[in-house]
């Protein structure tokens, strides 16, 4: 079945560096992935959508400056968190979806957990 | 790896009709959470289970935490064509309370 990873996995960085996430549909093109944010034995919280070739749309109340998205290929969109702090530890997850014949799929990813010292 | 098994993956009911999804773990889950995902959009948190044999009610929605906490579903009653979508089961890896597994998604599709 489709399959779709994330790099890295886990990630521990300093206050203030940035981080990069990687998001990959492994066996199918994706013109549009989702980014999630999930806080502990929280719900996912939709961060942006993710559109190749264009800007991605952010939800309400999620900064675009800090948490930049760049879905540069039809099998690649990538987070980058800003300057971190340790405000933004958390689990982000994306998906990526798969236009069928019978409607579109999603698949997500296995996850990132960011902490920020 | 651990799974979160989810069935089935289609399903066509009439309108009126009732629907059940159901997600099976083999080994314990600490909660479950269930999303909704309409066609063309994203999922959206319906809600989260975490105590054994929980059952919990949304309008005709009803939820169930099995005995053993490694089962859980999903039932609608008389379907209505708004309850068009994708709805997906999710729990934490059993071993690591940093991530959280999906199920592959139930899809419901509604006939007239």
Same mark, same amino acid.
């Given at each position: 079945g489709a399959v779709v990873s994330q790099h890295p996995s886990r990630v521990i960085c300093k206050s203030g560096t940035s981080v990069k996430i990687e998001c990959r549909s492994l066996d199918f093109q994706a013109t549009t992935m989702f980014w999630y944010r999930q806080f502990p034995k929280k719900s996912l919280m939709l961060m942006a959508t993710s559109n190749e070739g264009s800007k991605a749309t952010y939800e309400q109340g999620v900064e675009k400056d800090k948490f930049l998205i760049n879905? =540069?290929?039809?099998?690649l969109s990538t987070l980058t968190v800003t300057? =971190?702090?340790?405000?933004?530890s958390s689990f982000y997850i994306c998906s990526a979806e798969r236009l069928g014949l019978v409607g579109d799929t999603q698949y997500f990813g296995p996850g990132t957990r960011l902490t920020v010292l | 790896g651990q799974q979160v098994m989810q069935i089935p993956q289609y399903q066509h009911v009439q309108e009126g009709e009732d629907f059940t999804t159901y997600c099976n773990s083999s080994t314990t889950l600490s909660n479950i959470q269930w999303y909704k995902q309409r066609p063309g959009g994203h999922p959206v948190f319906l809600i989260q289970l975490v105590k054994s044999g929980e059952v919990k009610k949304q309008k005709r929605l009803t939820f169930q935490f099995g005995e053993a906490k490694k089962n859980s579903s999903l039932h609608i009653t008389a379907?209505?064509?708004?309850?068009?979508g994708t709805y997906f089961c999710a729990a934490p890896h059993p071993n690591r309370d940093d991530k959280i597994i999906f199920g592959k998604g139930t899809r419901l599709h509604i006939l007239p």
């Open positions: 879905h =540069a290929s039809l099998t300057s =971190a702090h340790p405000e933004d | 379907t209505q064509t708004t309850d068009v």
